[in-house]
């Protein structure tokens, strides 16, 4: 066998006398050759015109049928393969996204729909031909360079000389071998308002502006650049109580992906919804029906985090810039494209005064051949030569004033001048042209002078020309991050075992609990002082004893807990009140000392800072005197939960028991509304509404003449006509001004909320009824101003001119004579009555880490300090807030 083994035997090819040729080589060399052909040749646009190879072929084809009618698409399909090496599916489905953009095609037929996502009608049936606009900036073939198609048979375009923003207004998006391209439409407008602050030097920015509409956060754009990202969200809003509709989506969905993504939502019971209508036809409609008891503001909140109706773009400016794959931002793409449009535009001018030049120069020529009458000297010649030299040597004296010599070429034009022309030559017509010419030469000189200037006035004639109906559909504004816990729909049920520690949503013999989401968390508190956080599942062992749980809020200052326990070392009773905002899932805090056997007294969770009074029972041990007495809560400060807390005692405590339930010890809640995104927050951003309690409300009053009035929420999403938004004072008069449409009358009337939780419409329901004036001011006061000039304008004091009536109420006329305008003027003093006095704390948590003295059996003073516990040994756990301050609201 090892004699065997050491014998050599050749390959089998080089037996038969083949070669061995290695692949390495070569498959490096096709993959690099494939990979270069399908960035320039097939996915990634041109920087020069904004056109793929196949957009480019296609639009030199329509150029080259063009004759202003329309021609099939399967016609153009077929001529546009003399240029494009591939199959007619893939050139007619880039043609009909041509045409859908709305820019370049002028389409007849079915050509899809870009809403509802409905494929184009087979290319037999539908027409098409180059729009105006595409004939005016795309063409122009003393521009264009050339080059051979593939097969050498035609000649096509390198680029397509366009005088326009196209890469931009059209966007394009392509995925290549080892990189991609996606770039977002811009506005038609916006592009051409850049382009010319380019020229003026001026700063500009551009955002995205989509067909569908929608509504865009731009924020982080980052200039179309790799690492933006555009949020993108439908438009909805609220038909009725029951019912929202959505009329724009996101770009890059469709009605039937969007429908199919809220369904899926629905059935994995992230939102509710009774049913789903489509109606789309030329506008989106798409109307969601909800079952009742379904908040309309919490639902659509939940659209956006779980379906379709929002959706995030990431923008990669990737384009072909002289034969290699380059990455920009859209602003250095238009300031590329404005540079190019004017290098194209000096090109045609510096052509047109060739043109010009060559025309005036021939007519000069013309008018001395026939003026001089010098054809009269090639009579007598006889040869071809003579001719040429006969007319040469006659308008030598003639032709000093010419811009350049006189060619043999321009002397054998003068020779096929015909014979009628010449007796019928007209010298003033002659001279007129010439004039003319001049004075066309003129300008273009004067236009290559003012290039700048004069490409504004190309960009501002083309928004003029075709800007008219190319307005911003896509909404620009700051979205609201939307936290999903507080907005999923809680479609679960949780249970709870005591005794043995389980909590989850199968353990359905046992206690219920409350309504959860598989995506919450569950705040659990146990017997022995222990706390822990984890998530919904369908049974986890969190710990025997407990005794609370419920779905935990994160950042919640307003959850407030009460405590007493037994330390187990001492055998002394503490109190502390503190939240919960900020702990690690799945871990155990000790709320007690730490020591065995530590165990909780009594325990209240209080979503509103409550603090109620209790009292202590003591057993009848030794000689102890007080064996009962009361404690308020609210006397106790709200600090961190690591502390060890106030002592009650250092005797044995028998119950504690309930005495009196608490109110709120927390200040009201200040609530500002952000104008930007058009929502309510506690974060201090936008205007200040004022400070709210839990029985206050928000009045809002709309320009259809409707008010209503909410408990404030700050998932609750308001209309755009809304033009009051207040804190509702139950006892302050609304003053307003309607204009009556069936009476055709101005009236004014005053009114007090009748019911808060209803809406109510305050003006007549006539088509023509329209508010005019809303005053919130207690005394208001009005100018009334007249169309007749003799009658002078009239103040009118709302307090006097009509009393307090009901909401239904018609109203006292404001004037018989016609009125061209009403203005609101400064208010009469007024002195708001004041507010009996409340005291309350601030709503943060202490934790200020002294130590405190356990010389007393009676619970230990307001303001009394804590230690922080030893056990809990997480510094950023323990600190919650800073020490916190009593405050006297007036």
């Known amino acids: 066998m090892a004699e065997h083994e050491d014998q050599h035997f050749p390959p089998e090819n080089e037996r038969n006398g083949d070669t061995i040729t290695k692949i390495t080589g070569m498959y490096e060399d096709w993959f690099l050759d494939y990979a270069s052909y399908v960035i320039l040749e097939r996915a990634v646009p041109g920087i020069n015109d904004g056109f793929k190879p196949v957009q480019r ?36 489905d880039a043609m009909v ?60 375009p390198i680029d397509l000389p366009v005088k326009f923003p196209l890469l931009l207004a059209q966007g394009a998006e392509g995925i290549a071998v080892g990189l991609s391209t996606k770039i977002l439409p811009h506005n038609f407008n916006e592009l051409i308002q850049a382009s010319i602050k380019i020229l003026k030097g001026q700063s500009f920015t551009i955002y995205p502006d989509f067909l569908t509409g929608g509504i865009a956060d731009v924020s982080n754009y980052n200039d179309g650049k790799r690492g933006g990202k555009v949020r993108i969200r439908a438009k909805i809003s609220q038909l009725d109580k029951s019912t929202l509709v959505v009329t724009e989506i996101p770009y890059g969905t469709t009605t039937a992906s969007l429908i199919d993504s809220v369904l899926k939502a629905n059935d994995k019971g992230k939102i509710k919804i009774k049913k789903i209508e489509d109606n789309t036809a030329k506008d989106v409609e798409i109307l969601i029906h909800l079952p009742s008891g379904v908040s309309p503001d919490k639902t659509i909140d939940a659209l956006y985090a779980f379906t379709n109706c929002e959706v995030s773009v990431s923008p990669i400016c990737c384009i072909i810039q002289e034969h290699k794959p380059v990455f920009i931002g859209v602003k250095d793409a238009l300031r590329y494209s404005t540079d190019h449009t004017v290098e194209l535009l000096k090109q045609e001018l510096e052509i047109k005064l060739g043109e010009l030049e060559e025309q005036w120069h021939f007519a000069s020529l013309e008018r001395i051949f026939i003026e001089n009458r010098i054809y009269r000297d090639i009579e007598e010649e006889e040869t071809w030569e003579g001719v040429i030299k006969a007319i040469d040597k006659g308008l030598k004296p003639h032709i000093k004033h010419l811009k350049r010599p006189v060619t043999e070429e321009d002397i054998v034009k003068l020779t096929e001048i015909r014979i009628k022309k010449i007796s019928k030559f007209d010298i003033d017509k002659a001279k007129q042209l010439i004039e003319s010419l001049e004075e066309k030469i003129a300008e273009v000189k004067s236009h290559l002078d003012n290039l700048v200037e004069y490409a504004i006035d190309y960009f501002k004639k083309l928004k003029e020309k075709f800007g008219k109906d190319k307005t911003r559909r896509t909404e620009l504004k700051l979205f609201e991050d939307i936290v999903a816990t507080k907005v999923v729909l809680r479609n679960s049920k949780l249970y709870i075992n005591r005794k043995e520690g389980f909590i989850g949503t199968s353990l359905r013999r046992d206690e219920y609990v409350t309504d ?88 209240t969770a209080n979503p509103n800072g409550e603090a109620e009074v209790i009292t202590v029972n003591l057993r009848a041990v030794g000689s102890i005197k007080k064996l009962k007495w009361d404690i308020d809560l609210a006397e106790l400060a709200i600090k961190g939960r690591g502390v060890r807390g106030n002592l009650v005692t250092k005797h044995p405590v028998k119950k504690i028991e309930l005495k009196e339930k608490g109110i709120s010890t927390l200040k009201p809640r200040k609530i500002w509304f952000d104008e930007t995104v058009q929502r309510l927050n506690v974060d201090n951003r936008g205007d200040l509404i004022g400070e709210f309690t839990a029985d206050d409300r928000l009045l809002i009053i709309n320009q259809k003449g409707q008010l209503k009035t909410i408990i404030p929420n700050l998932n609750t999403h308001f209309d755009n006509d809304m033009i009051v938004l207040e804190k509702w004072i139950p006892n302050k008069p609304i003053s307003v001004v309607y204009f009556d449409g069936e009476r055709v009358k101005y009236y004014v009337k005053r009114f007090m909320v009748e019911h808060p939780d209803k809406e109510e419409k305050f003006i007549t329901d006539h088509d023509d009824s329209k508010l005019m004036i809303v005053a919130m001011d207690y005394r208001p006061v009005a100018e009334v101003i007249y169309y007749k000039k003799d009658l002078e304008n009239e103040i009118i004091n709302f307090e006097e001119f009509i009393s307090i009536k009901g909401i239904k109420a018609l109203g006292n006329q404001l ?66 807030g800073t020490s916190g301050n009593q405050i006297t609201l007036f």
């Open 57 to 92: 072929r296609i639009m030199q084809s329509m150029k080259d049928l063009d004759d202003g009618r329309y021609n099939k698409v399967a016609n153009l399909v077929g001529h546009t393969m003399q240029y494009h090496p591939h199959g007619d599916a893939s050139i007619a």
């Open 97 to 156: 996204q041509l045409g859908q953009k709305e820019l370049l095609i002028d389409m007849q037929g079915n050509w899809g729909n870009i809403l509802t996502g409905d494929r184009a009608a087979a290319s037999r049936y539908i027409e098409a031909r180059l729009s105006k606009f595409a004939l005016e900036v795309v063409f122009n073939p003393k521009t264009t360079e050339w080059q051979a198609s593939y097969d050498g048979r035609r000649k096509e």
């Open 516 to 603: 959860c989401a598989d995506i919450d968390d569950i705040i659990v508190f146990r017997s022995d002082g222990k706390m822990i956080v984890t998530k919904v599942d369908s049974k986890t062992f969190v710990g025997k004893n407990i005794i609370h749980a419920a779905v935990f809020k994160k950042k919640d200052k307003r959850t407030i807990y009460n405590m007493v326990y037994k330390d187990g070392k001492s055998g002394a009773s503490f109190m502390k009140r503190f939240a919960v905002t900020s702990i690690t899932r799945d871990r155990e805090y000790d709320l007690t000392t730490g020591h065995k056997g530590s165990k909780v007294l009594y325990f």
């Open 815 to 880: 004037s018989k004579d016609k009125i061209r305008d009403i203005n609101l003027l400064d208010p009469l003093p007024y002195e708001e009555p004041e507010m009996n006095e409340v005291e309350v704390v601030e709503e943060e948590i202490v934790d200020n880490g002294k130590s405190q003295s356990e010389n007393d059996s009676d619970p230990a003073p307001k303001g009394s300090d804590d230690t922080p516990n030893s056990s809990d040994e997480s510094s950023d756990d323990t600190a919650e």
